[in-house]
């Protein structure tokens, strides 16, 4: 941060410090004030409707976001709360404006997000999942940790996710990353074998650092993916987090298989009350050499999902825990959101992709800058072919609309970043197209049935 940053960022938490002081007395009366100072703050950065929205929900009794909210104050140390909203909130807020200036500026895409993986190696062996079949052998150096995240805030990139690999082989490292850069929020997906009482007492101390736990419905369910004892993991994990008044998620990659379990009120009531607070869900993907195509969901369990996700979080019938769906929740986003429109993934041998389920590349860490991968053919292909389809329920390049992958590749040249055993996309695509051809239809359908948000302006502009 420069001088004025630093200024404002100080500015700001002395007052979120004096209304978190009144927070207990008053929890409604404090939030309302917090949703006034942001306000002011965002200017006319965000949309005025989105704050009034905040304050009618607060005066609304049995509200579930208020419920949420309230169950966040009073289950978060208070310290590392505090940090964290003013890791996401001032980010989120000098972000916003950055990455808007450089998108008119530069024509070409900007991430509010960068993932990236510090290193390949896991103590894990999920069925479908690429990383451990990448062994020990590739890591990125702290020098190269470092660089990412300050050109990111360059670029205005304020929200890291660190993947993997298991992430928290480095945790150390992550530790430094985080207490260097205090205006930045950094969220680690974790099998949570390296969850322990220190962990705990280090993520509060610094507040922008969160976790991700990967769990899959039952101890059934998740270990026949994950391996046996992988539940029993997860779950002492979550406890001592709650213990330690940590603030965290689960992360759960959704199959033909376990969506049942994962999505039942059994497994979220069970979440809730082990104290996690978001629900991360991927839709499975058919990648790497090891992938599983039967694990896809089917256009039904799809559109299930769809449904279900609108049910969960709503204001009276859901759940007082944030969900979200990246496949299924691309209508708020305006479709696709990789190619650094809103995010991109770099990987342990620092390969910069457009997507982290789409291992392909033409630019690396180490021969380009971050904005010179998104000059690049690659990344200027997916600026000028965003959105991949109009119905924003068929948002991805590969899954839904696999002739599009196939031409990004084969005109920009864009090589496979698989380390073990490069895919051609032919190959990847090919286990896509029938569920893109069975989907179509479908969702169709399903995108007359309901009325949709115009996120054009605000979320991706128009590049004809």
Known sequence: MNLKEKMQFHAADAALGQILKYIDKDPIGNLTKLVNVSEKLAGSTFPKVNFEKFRQALSTPGHVWVEYALSIIRDTDRDA??????????????????????????RCNFPNIILFDPTSACNRKCKGCWS???????SLTMAEMESIVAQGRELGAHLYMLTGGEPLLRKDDIFKLCEANPDCMFLCYTNATLVDDAFCAEMNRLGNLTLALSIEGTAESNDARRGEGSYETTV????????????????????????????SDAFLDDMLAKGAKFGLYFNYMPVGQNAVPELVPSPAQREYMYRWLRKIRNAETGKPMFVMDFQND???????????????HINA???????????????????????????????????HNQPFND????????????????????????????????????????????????????????????????????????TI
């Open 330 to 344: 691309a209508e708020y986003v305006g479709g696709c959101i990789a190619g650094g429109r809103n995010y991109f």
């Open 236 to 263: 002492r994990a979550m406890e001592l987090l709650q213990k330690r008044r940590c603030f965290f998620g689960i992360s759960v990659c959704y199959t033909s298989q376990n969506i049942d379990f994962v999505t």
């Open 391 to 462: 119905n924003h329920l068929r948002p991805c390049p590969m899954l839904e609309n696999p002739d599009c992958l196939r031409h990004i590749i084969a005109e920009t040249g864009a090589a496979s970043t698989d380390i073990l055993s490069p895919e051609s996309v032919e190959t990847l695509c090919a286990r896509c197209d029938r569920f893109a051809a069975a989907w179509a239809p479908e969702a169709e359908r399903l995108w007359r049935e309901f009325d949709h948000p115009q996120t054009k302006t605000y979320y991706y502009r128009d």
């Open 349 to 383: 041998s620092g390969d910069i992709e457009p997507c982290v389920f789409i291992h392909y590349s033409d630019s690396n860490i180490r021969t380009h800058t971050l904005l010179e991968a998104l000059q690049r053919p690659l990344f200027q292909a997916y600026y």
């Open 81 to 106: 709360l505090q940090k964290a909203i003013m890791a996401m909130g001032y980010g989120t807020y000098v972000a916003t404006k950055t990455v808007r200036e450089n998108r008119e500026k530069h």
């Open 132 to 138: 451990a079949d990448y062994g020990h052998k590739y």
